[in-house]
């Protein structure tokens, strides 16, 4: 959807073309195709990625840090550099990590920009040979990357640990100065470009095709189980990553280290080789779990396993150890310990997790194409099948009502009373 509505403003005889047209003759025009196009659209698409983690650490940021440093006579560049950034750091490597492997599997929109990646040779080899020996190679070759790129983010971290106390921070307001002249328009950016154009785009398309059957009654069915398949998967995520993320922080020998580097494995392969490999697995040997609801959330553990992990892994990180002894050492059992001051302590990285992994299934297509059980649509699904026959009215439709689906969590995760009700 992303991908289709900037081509719509920035290709040629789009409506910045068009625009530019009205005062200049400009017959022609800068390819949108590519790899400006991709870089473009992908920045936009994982901007959240990293966003929404760093607003999930500054809800517990401890700002008393940062007047105990410029009462010490920091400035504030010092400040940023011996507090702020400490704190934040693994928060971003983790939304980095996620970016990258995300990039790394994308297949819709750079096939509909036409930049050949991984993902789009896998599925050429897999549509257009007999032998699937090619797709094994190129899917191998792709692990190795997604290993290259867990190597190079566990060697940016900082042996040394920092942590914040605090599990409510106060908002506050800092002067910027002239400087606000310069950070406003950047931080509109992402605003603009990735949800007010792409969203005046459907909206568009909705009225060039008013009049016409915007198949309103079509779209209830899948939203429905749209909202049902995503809420379980990623309540079943998010639950799963907890026993995982204990054993990964408690450092068992090399069991946390393979549990840590090989659950991002799936977010690195394209969703299609993931799927095949349940397909044939489950008909070799689990046929009777075969096109069920089982299969599909098995599938999407997989594939967004690590979008669950990076957030709740880095609100666990700045967690001071003391506490966790304090509570032991008052007789709290392990058990107790955990809930009372691991899992709440860490809640705003549990939430993010889980409204990342809902986001990501709502908009999640291959899975859902081929694990799904016979006649199950969702709203990906929906919008798939309406763009490739062309009926841009119903695209339009059921893309404005995902939206407001994966709008609203995200709404409620960044709004201040949540913030007070988890800090409570």
């Given at each position: 959807?992303?991908?289709?509505?900037?081509?719509?403003?920035?290709?040629?005889?789009?409506?910045?073309?068009?625009?530019?047209?009205?005062?200049?003759?400009?017959?022609t025009f800068p390819s949108f195709y590519g790899l400006v196009g991709?870089?473009?659209?992908?920045?936009?698409?994982?901007?959240?990625?990293?966003?929404?983690?760093?607003?999930?650490?500054?809800?517990?940021?401890?700002?008393?840090?940062?007047?105990?440093?410029?009462?010490?006579?920091?400035?504030?560049?010092?400040?940023?550099?011996?507090?702020?950034?400490?704190?934040?750091?693994?928060?971003?490597?983790?939304?980095?990590?996620?970016?990258?492997?995300?990039?790394?599997?994308?297949?819709?929109?750079?096939?509909?920009?036409?930049?050949?990646?991984?993902?789009?040779?896998?599925?050429?080899?897999?549509?257009?040979?007999?032998?699937?020996?090619?797709?094994?190679?190129?899917?191998?070759?792709?692990?190795?990357?997604?290993?290259?790129?867990?190597?190079i983010e566990s060697r940016t971290k900082n042996e040394a640990r920092?942590?914040?106390?605090?599990?409510?921070?106060?908002?506050?307001?800092?002067?910027?100065?002239?400087?606000?002249?310069?950070?406003?328009?950047?931080?509109?950016?992402?605003?603009?470009?990735?949800?007010?154009?792409?969203?005046?785009?459907?909206?568009?398309?909705?009225?060039?095709?008013?009049?016409?059957?915007?198949?309103?009654?079509?779209?209830?069915?899948?939203?429905?189980?749209?909202?049902?398949?995503?809420?379980?998967?990623?309540?079943?995520?998010?639950?799963?990553?907890?026993?995982?993320?204990?054993?990964?922080?408690?450092?068992?020998?090399?069991?946390?280290?393979?549990?840590?580097?090989?659950?991002?494995?799936?977010?690195?392969?394209?969703?299609?080789?993931?799927?095949?490999?349940?397909?044939?697995?489950?008909?070799?040997y689990f046929d009777y779990i075969y096109q069920t609801f089982i299969?599909?959330?098995?599938?999407?553990?997989?594939?967004?396993?690590?979008?669950?992990?990076?957030?709740?892994?880095?609100?666990?990180?700045?967690?001071?150890?003391?506490?966790?002894?304090?509570?032991?050492?008052?007789?709290?059992?392990?058990?107790?310990?955990?809930?009372?001051?691991?899992?709440?302590?860490?809640?705003?990285?549990?939430?993010?997790?889980?409204?990342?992994?809902?986001?990501?299934?709502?908009?999640?297509?291959?899975?859902?194409?081929?694990?799904?059980?016979?006649?199950?649509?969702?709203?990906?699904?929906?919008?798939?099948?309406?763009?490739?026959?062309?009926?841009?009215?119903?695209?339009?439709?059921?893309?404005?009502?995902?939206?407001?689906?994966?709008?609203?969590?995200?709404?409620?995760?960044?709004?201040?009373?949540?913030?007070?009700?988890?800090?409570?």
């Amino acid at each position: 959807m992303m991908a289709t509505t900037q081509i719509e403003i920035w290709s040629k005889n789009g409506w910045v073309h068009n625009f530019l047209k009205l005062f200049f003759e400009m017959e022609t025009f800068p390819s949108f195709y590519g790899l400006v196009g991709s870089v473009f659209v992908l920045s936009l698409i994982t901007f959240p990625y990293v966003y929404i983690g760093l607003a999930a650490m500054f809800r517990r940021f401890d700002y008393q840090m940062i007047d105990a440093s410029k009462t010490l006579g920091d400035n504030s560049f010092q400040t940023t550099r011996k507090i702020i950034f400490p704190l934040v750091r693994p928060t971003i490597v983790a939304g980095s990590l996620l970016v990258s492997l995300y990039v790394l599997s994308d297949f819709g929109a750079v096939s509909l920009l036409r930049f050949n990646t991984f993902t789009i040779a896998i599925f050429n080899r897999m549509y257009n040979s007999i032998s699937n020996y090619g797709v094994l190679e190129i899917s191998l070759l792709a692990i190795l990357f997604c290993f290259i790129i867990l190597f190079i983010e566990s060697r940016t971290k900082n042996e040394a640990r920092h942590f914040s106390n605090s599990n409510l921070s106060k908002n506050k307001k800092a002067d910027l100065g002239i400087w606000k002249w310069v950070l406003l328009p950047i931080s509109l950016i992402p605003l603009i470009f990735g949800f007010i154009l792409p969203i005046s785009v459907l909206i568009y398309w909705l009225i060039i095709g008013f009049g016409e059957d915007t198949g309103f009654r079509d779209v209830i069915q899948p939203t429905i189980n749209t909202i049902m398949i995503s809420s379980v998967s990623a309540l079943f995520i998010t639950l799963v990553s907890i026993p995982l993320l204990i054993t990964i922080n408690k450092k068992i020998r090399i069991l946390s280290f393979v549990i840590d580097k090989v659950s991002y494995i799936g977010l690195s392969l394209p969703g299609i080789i993931v799927s095949m490999s349940l397909v044939f697995f489950c008909i070799d040997y689990f046929d009777y779990i075969y096109q069920t609801f089982i299969v599909l959330v098995l599938g999407y553990f997989i594939s967004f396993l690590p979008a669950a992990l990076g957030p709740i892994k880095s609100s666990m990180s700045q967690i001071d150890p003391k506490l966790e002894d304090a509570s032991l050492t008052l007789g709290a059992g392990r058990i107790k310990t955990y809930v009372n001051v691991i899992i709440k302590l860490s809640s705003p990285g549990f939430i993010y997790g889980g409204v990342l992994v809902f986001i990501l299934c709502l908009k999640e297509l291959p899975a859902t194409l081929i694990l799904s059980p016979i006649g199950f649509q969702t709203l990906a699904t929906e919008i798939w099948s309406n763009a490739s026959e062309a009926f841009f009215v119903k695209t339009a439709l059921a893309s404005i009502v995902l939206v407001i689906i994966a709008g609203v969590p995200s709404y409620i995760f960044m709004s201040n009373d949540l913030s007070k009700r988890l800090g409570n």
